[in-house]
């Protein structure tokens, strides 16, 4: 087994790959989009401190920034973070960054965040349900007495009612990105393998993508484990009451503080 198999897949497609298949969905307007209705879904003030948990290359936390909030973003990829830095620079955005497992959030991010955003479904990346579990713990550590969290996560049974094995999508390039999707039901996961058609004709096979799917019960009794309580649960981002036909499913939970969070 080679070392680049060792390596965890969200490692390696954060390299590059992520914004080779996804970059062409990322458009400002979804930007602002996504941003503004976090801001109202939290009741964001502009004396906030906000956490962007999986920041990647910063997109919601540069538009958040630019509204006066205080936003650090923590991402696993230095590839990612610096990416981040170069276009906060360029939009004069003042973020915070840190490079970091949100299994193991730096000690000073305890107790100093009245809002955390985790965007793209961002959750379920990781080897186990434990890992996941980890995470929410991490968070109601960051977060202040009665600060919120909010989830933008994929349906899983949207993805259930429309799964579509093999897809495919041009780029205006001229690459086109095939996508192979193996919907696991027995351990909730959906594996997607693409491999990249240069315009020459040339085959690459790129970087995997495993998701762990959560229903909303399992996540609202993952919440409550971590100490945190749901509040509302939405399937869009323009306020889309959450039913099994809506692609997204996006949690907002609070911490009530009450103290007593389990590491």
Same mark, same amino acid.
């Given at each position: 087994m080679t070392q680049e198999s060792q390596t965890p897949w969200?490692?390696?497609?954060?390299?590059?790959?992520? @914004?080779?298949?996804?970059?062409?969905?990322?458009?400002?307007?979804?930007?602002? @989009?996504? +941003?503004?209705?976090?801001?109202?879904? &939290?009741?964001?003030?502009?004396?906030?401190?906000? &956490?962007? @948990?999986?920041?990647?290359?910063?997109?919601?936390?540069?538009? @958040?920034?630019? +509204?006066?909030?205080?936003?650090?973003?923590?991402?696993?990829? !230095? !590839?990612?973070?610096?990416?981040?830095r170069s276009t906060a620079d360029e939009a004069g955005a003042i973020l915070t960054l840190h490079q970091a497992d949100m299994r193991h959030l730096p000690d000073d991010l305890k107790n100093r965040f009245d809002a955390v955003i985790n965007m793209f479904s961002s959750f379920g990346y990781l080897e186990s349900e434990e890992d996941d579990q980890q995470v929410l713990h991490q968070i109601a550590k960051a977060l202040k007495p009665g600060g919120k969290l909010l989830m933008d996560l994929l349906n899983r049974e949207w993805v259930i009612i429309n799964n579509q094995e093999f897809d495919w999508h041009q780029h205006e390039d001229g690459r086109v990105v095939l996508e192979r999707r193996q919907l696991d039901l027995k351990n909730s996961s959906n594996t997607v393998t693409y491999t990249e058609i240069l315009p020459d004709g040339t085959r690459r096979e790129m970087s995997d993508l495993q998701l762990r799917l959560y229903t909303l019960t399992e996540l609202t009794k993952m919440l409550t484990k971590a100490g945190l309580t749901l509040q509302n649960v939405y399937g869009g981002f323009q306020a889309e009451p959450y039913n099994v036909n809506t692609r997204r499913m996006i949690v907002v939970a609070s911490n009530p503080g009450l103290g007593g969070v389990c590491a």
């Open positions: 969200y490692v390696r497609f954060f390299k590059g790959d992520y @914004l080779r298949v996804y970059g062409h969905t990322l458009q400002p307007n979804r930007t602002d @989009l996504e +941003t503004q209705f976090a801001i109202h879904a &939290l009741d964001l003030q502009p004396h906030h401190n906000v &956490l962007d @948990l999986c920041c990647g290359q910063g997109r919601h936390s540069i538009a @958040l920034a630019k +509204t006066g909030l205080s936003v650090t973003g923590v991402d696993l990829s !230095e !590839e990612m973070l610096a990416i981040a």
